[in-house]
């Protein structure tokens, strides 16, 4: 069973591993030419400690060496790649397969029924001690202290096997695929949100009490090239045992494909909203949208009342005030305007998930009996294709309400409200950029759409989020299509880049719904 | 658009993915108000073919006609005058099987309400579930529903019993009678001989993407051998020398052999010098039409052909 997962994954695993494992010394090097000398790490540790480093990345500790400076800059991505390859690598092989039928085939020739299951853990947990342990090897290559290495390896290793449990779980307790990885991102989400909120909340370089309750505060608790402690590691480790303990038990109390909830009979006719391609795209995608529009609203609360904490704070932070300039209210429109933008991301992922429902239909065989009807493909996939046009926007208006009035609300000052809502507006175009190139690559490379499409989101999350750390030219990191934005309330509105965002936006999507309209339909076999 | 006699009319068509050659000069033709049998083995390109006529994949260089337009550049307008039922039903888990149909039948053009009310009824189906709680026959019941429910002039069906229990094939065929009746032509793909023997009028049968063999079923019955089985008073009696029987077979007084249509006035006029007391002639199934047809890739499987 080992074998044939591995067989059927290896490359996937490669590749995750390979990024992974990749980023370390890339930005070892780079942090190493920016901070050659002690002096420089000594200059850099004492401005370390800024709310928005400790929001993002974690507190920061030992940030006079080079390894407290490697953790500081890449642990948190890491950390939340691997949990999230992690999510997705343990959906792939459990509940997927078992929607589309696989597992029943696989469970007919097997002995045991959690055979299957308990291999696919076996193959993920092994994947997340590997990638730990290259983690590790390649760290101290570099080289740098062993036993940091060792615990930074450790740390990472520990929390993939954590949200191993975690999506082990997600994947029994829904019934399709999209709920468990939905289930597990949204856990992930939390996770490093009550971690940021306890890291904000710290004192010095220790991160506030909240950053207790998040696992992924429990392995940055391991501080490698700091204190090295191994205890976190033990809930990390437990609760990865006993949440898998937890999933195989609810495996062998319920029936193959279903989930905990049962299914219940529904209307035999369909509505006459429902039989249009916009009303039936909303039907089929209403739980997603009502959980993307959930973590909007959830996010935009946390971060308006996280923004005015830290508007608090900056007044007495000298430090901080070095960086961001003299002017506190010009920091915290920094922190502002970064926060808009985390929500304009929320708003990408859900088009470049929305708009490939569209090739999720086509590979899936669902688009046939439709297109064979009389519709043209171009009003059938732009009929789909309105929602998350329409969504988007309604996401960016919603989140920048909430967020203004939020904020807002702890300044006294209503016109948080106006300001935010159009510094968060003014993102749509970006955000059907990202769309555009979705909708591209359905129409040019149908096979290749969802993972291209995912790798252009991720790399304008980390270039548009991470690319300042990493030292990247500013021709990339200001012309993706979230910072080429202007970025409100810090920057200034100009009206051009809006219009070579519209206008690029707009060539994505002609190419592609033509290039759909032309092609041959490409079913999956 | 011009009105012809024939509902589909395909003519020498090509179809490659990538390197791989699906369709190799195939001929189809579809009478209008006929039903059609659509014969293959596995992957000789049979839905292929359909999704050719259906405007989802594009044809190479070759006139296809259906219902007298191009399936490609005319689909909308011809789509509207067409029922489909693919040859793997796929329907969204979370619908249920009544809200599929509608929505199938509302792409098409409009839901005709009492025709499916009553094709559920005939079909024994419940609307009302989820469609991923169907069994396969089920879901293939909500495809068969959506095509047969609308007034189309051509029902194209791509291997539409597979899965279906012996009443619901019954069911089926007697819904497609009705469409013929109501002036309806159908084009029907299947591994069922039995079903295409009974239902079609005229049968294609294809293999590598090329077709081999085409016109109605008496045609082609009378291209081929009839199997002759005689009982004979004169045991010793040898019918080897007569000219034109093959395969001959003799067991005690009981003598099998086939021949070829052409042949046989002279063979039963030889056949009355040996006093044969009673014959028996089976005509071609199309089964053995089919089987003689695949004879060599049967061989390579290790499987002899009578
Ligand atoms: N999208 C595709 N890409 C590549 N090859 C394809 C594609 N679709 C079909 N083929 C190939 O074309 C050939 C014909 O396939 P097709 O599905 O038309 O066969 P079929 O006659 O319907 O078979 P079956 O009786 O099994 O349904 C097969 O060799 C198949 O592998
Ligand atoms: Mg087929």
């Known amino acids: ?525 | 658009m011009t009105t012809t006699s024939l509902a589909v009319d395909v003519v020498g068509l090509r179809k490659s993915f990538g390197r791989q050659r699906a369709l190799d000069g195939l001929d189809l033709r579809v009478e209008t108000g006929q039903i059609a049998g659509f014969l293959g083995p596995n992957g000789s390109g049979k839905s292929t073919t359909i999704r050719i006529l259906l405007g989802l994949l594009r044809a190479e260089a070759t006139t296809v006609r259906v219902l007298g337009g191009d399936p490609w550049n005319d689909a909308v307008a011809l789509h509207r005058r067409i029922a489909y039922v693919p040859g793997d039903v796929n329907l969204w888990p979370n619908l249920t099987g009544g809200q599929a149909i509608d929505i199938l039948s509302r792409l098409r053009g409009g839901v005709n309400t009492t025709r499916r009310d009553e094709l559920l009824q005939r079909f024994d189906l419940d609307p009302s579930k989820k469609a991923r709680a169907y069994s396969k026959g089920n879901r293939q019941k909500v495809a068969l529903v959506a095509a047969l429910a609308s007034d189309a002039e051509l029902l194209i069906l791509d291997e539409p019993t597979s899965g279906l229990d012996p009443i619901m094939e019954a069911a089926f065929s007697a819904c497609i009678r009705e469409a013929r009746t109501e002036g309806r032509s159908v084009l029907l793909s299947s591994h069922i001989f039995a079903e295409v023997e009974n239902l079609c009028d005229t049968v294609t049968i294809i293999r590598l993407g090329k077709t081999v063999e085409s016109g109605t079923l008496a045609e082609l019955r009378h291209l081929r051998r009839t199997t002759i089985s005689v009982i004979l008073d004169d045991t010793t009696a040898d019918l080897s020398p007569v000219p034109g029987v093959n395969d001959l077979a003799m067991d005690g007084q009981r003598a099998t052999f086939t021949v070829a249509d052409p042949d046989l006035g002279l063979v039963l006029a030889e056949l009355a010098h040996f006093k044969p007391r009673a014959l028996v002639s089976t005509p071609p199934s199309l089964e053995e039409l089919f089987l003689r047809h695949y004879g060599t890739e049967l061989a390579a499987n290790g499987v002899s052909v009578p």
């Not at chain 1, 209403?286 to 704070?313: C, E």
């Not at chain 1, 688009?367 to 329409?390: D, K, V, Y």
């Not at chain 1, 149908?446 to 304008?460: N, T, Y």
């Open chain 1, 1 to 525: 069973m080992v074998r044939f997962i591995l067989r059927r994954n290896w490359l996937r695993l490669l590749i995750w591993a390979v990024v992974l494992v990749g980023m370390i010394p890339l930005v070892y090097e780079s942090q190493r030419a920016a901070f050659p000398t002690e002096a420089d790490r000594e200059a850099y540790a004492s401005i370390a400690n800024t709310p928005s480093v400790a929001a993002l990345t974690g507190t920061p500790y030992a940030a006079d060496t080079l390894g407290g400076i490697l953790v500081l800059k890449i642990w948190m991505t890491l950390a939340v790649t691997l949990a999230f390859a992690t999510s997705f690598l343990v959906t792939r092989n459990g509940r997927a397969d078992e929607e589309d039928g696989r597992t029943e085939l696989l469970r007919s020739n097997v002995l045991g029924r959690h055979a299957y299951t308990v291999a696919n853990y076996l193959v993920v947990g092994g994947f997340d001690i590997l990638v730990g342990a290259a983690i590790t090897a390649v760290a101290a290559a570099m080289p740098l202290p062993f036993d940091g290495s060792l615990v930074l390896g450790a740390s990472l290793a520990g929390l993939g096997l954590f949200f191993l449990g975690v999506s082990a779980a997600c994947g029994q307790l829904t019934s399709t695929s999209r709920g468990a990885n939905g289930l597990a991102a949204v856990v992930i989400g939390t996770a490093f949100v009550v971690r940021a909120i306890g890291d904000l909340d710290g004192t010095g370089t220790t991160p506030g009490w909240i950053s207790g309750l998040s696992p992924i505060g429990w392995a940055q608790q391991m501080r490698a090239f700091g204190e090295n402690r191994w205890w976190p590691l033990a809930p990390l480790v437990g609760g990865a045992i006993t949440l898998c303990a937890i999933a195989v038990r609810i495996e062998a109390r319920r029936d193959l494909g279903a989930g905990v909830l049962p299914d219940r009979p529904g209307p035999s006719a369909a509505g006459r909203f429902m039989m249009t391609p916009f009303g039936l795209a909303l039907r089929l995608q209403r739980a997603s949208i009502a959980g993307w529009f959930a973590a909007v609203v959830v996010m935009a609360l946390l971060y308006g009342s996280v923004a005015s904490a830290m508007a608090n704070l900056l007044g007495s932070n000298p430090v901080f005030a070095a960086v961001f300039g003299p002017n506190g209210s010009s920091a915290t429109k920094g922190v502002i305007a970064l926060l808009v933008m985390l929500n304009a991301i929320v708003a990408s992922a859900f088009v470049v998930e929305s708009a490939l429902q569209v090739r999720v239909e086509e590979a899936s065989g669902r688009a046939e009996p439709q297109l064979a009807g009389s519709i043209s493909r171009i009003q059938w996939a732009g009929g789909r294709l309105l929602l998350p046009i329409i969504g988007s926007a309604l996401m960016l208006v919603v989140g920048g309400v909430v967020m203004g009035s939020a904020y807002g609300a702890s300044q006294n000052d209503a016109a948080q409200v106006w300001a935010l809502l159009c510094a968060s507006v003014i993102y749509w175009p970006g955000v059907l950029v990202t769309a555009g190139v979705t909708v591209f690559m359905i129409g040019v490379v149908p096979r290749l759409a969802p993972s291209l499409s995912w790798a252009f989101f991720a790399a304008v999350v980390i270039i548009s989020v991470f690319g300042e750390l990493f030292s990247l030219p500013t021709l990339i990191t200001g012309n993706t299509p979230l910072t080429a934005t202007p970025r409100l309330p810090v920057g200034q509105f100009t009206m051009p880049p809006i219009l070579v965002l519209t206008a690029v936006a707009a060539v994505l999507w002609a190419i592609g719904l033509v290039r759909f309209a032309r092609r041959d339909l490409a079913q999956d076999a």
